[in-house]
């Protein structure tokens, strides 16, 4: 009886977890930004720890756990270089962004605002732009305020500026500095 | 036999982590959301077979391994997390009607209006832009 009940246990979790898989891959192929495609990898990994760490309690290999410690390396370098290194011309998947909760457009997803600034960039038209007439939602969004109360909290500084985003860099690494004090 | 069957267990709550994650990054529309059900199966998917792990091999070299194991996953992936979310902000890859708050956006704003004063009492120029 309970042979039965340790291999149906050990089949369903596999099944789950082969399930999971595929639908994380659908998501790395369809996945509108880079980003999205990098979350889905991090799914991948963490079935493939979580199976792999199944497979040495239920085998006895208890050799393959620097594998976990290596996988678990692998997923942390891998989605910290990737977010890195992603900058504001990478363009979304057109259209891929369907699907997923119906009442939402294209003109949510509020790709660079400043398309207009950034001129004739390299990656500037390959950007798929909110279709025209839809383009209100920054005005008509009653939740989304950013200059409500500006006043209300603590001296928060701004995030450290990334390599790409030029504007917010105006200066060295003194300004830096200055800006944190 | 008992403890082979509670081990089971675990890794299918463990799966059962997974699948979760995975459907919710297929559902949820925004990036942040996505985020937010990704990071179910790296920490506690995680923890339930290592503790599957530890049930079954109770020694001292399996199990420092595997507590090795979960603190690296416990301080790297907050950090991970943070950098995909920040570039993910900084990118403008996520759907503003879906804040409720954006308590970053006073900060840059804050962080921008502080700089402009900045460059203004140096006197190296008022466009800010041509650094």
Excluded at chain 1, 58 to 66: N, V
Excluded at chain 2, 18 to 37: I, K, P, T
Excluded at chain 2, 55 to 84: E, G, K, N, R, Y
Aim: hydrophobic share 45%; aromatic share 4%.
């Amino acid at each position: 009886m309970s042979e039965i009940v340790l291999h149906s246990l050990v089949v369903a979790g596999s099944v789950l977890l082969a399930a999971s898989v595929v639908i994380a891959l659908f998501r790395i192929v369809r996945g509108p930004s880079i980003l999205d495609r990098m979350i889905g990898t991090d799914v991948v990994l963490a079935a493939i720890m979580c199976g792999l760490g199944g497979y040495m309690a239920l085998s006895d290999r208890t050799d393959l756990l620097p594998v976990l410690i290596v996988l678990a390396m692998l997923g942390f370098v891998g989605s910290v270089s990737v977010s890195r290194y992603v900058s504001k011309s990478d363009s979304m998947t057109p259209g891929a962004e369907a699907g997923a909760l119906s009442e939402f457009s294209a003109s949510d997803w509020h790709m660079p605002r400043d398309a207009d600034e950034q001129g004739a960039g390299p990656g500037s038209t390959s950007v798929p732009r909110a279709r025209p007439g839809d383009d209100v939602t920054e005005v008509a969004d009653p939740t989304y305020d950013a200059h409500a109360d500006s006043g209300g909290e603590g001296e928060g500084t701004g995030p450290d500026p990334g390599p790409d985003d030029a504007e917010h860099v105006s200066d060295g690494d003194g300004q830096e500095s200055n800006r944190g004090s | 036999m008992v403890l082979d069957i509670i081990s089971a267990v675990l890794i299918f709550l463990g799966a059962v982590l997974s699948l979760a994650a995975a459907v919710g990054l297929v559902r949820f529309g925004d990036l942040l959301s996505r985020m937010h059900a990704s990071a179910k199966p790296q920490v506690l998917g995680l923890v339930l077979v290592a503790v599957a792990i530890a049930i079954q091999f109770p020694t001292w070299a399996t199990v420092t391994t595997l507590a090795i194991i979960i603190s690296f996953q416990l301080v790297t992936i907050p950090v991970a997390t943070h950098m995909v979310g920040r570039a993910g902000y900084r990118t403008k890859h996520l759907r503003r009607s879906m804040l409720y708050r954006d308590e970053l956006a006073e900060a840059v704003d804050r962080a921008e209006a502080r700089e402009i004063a900045w460059e203004r009492q140096r006197g190296t120029g008022t466009d800010h832009h041509d650094g």
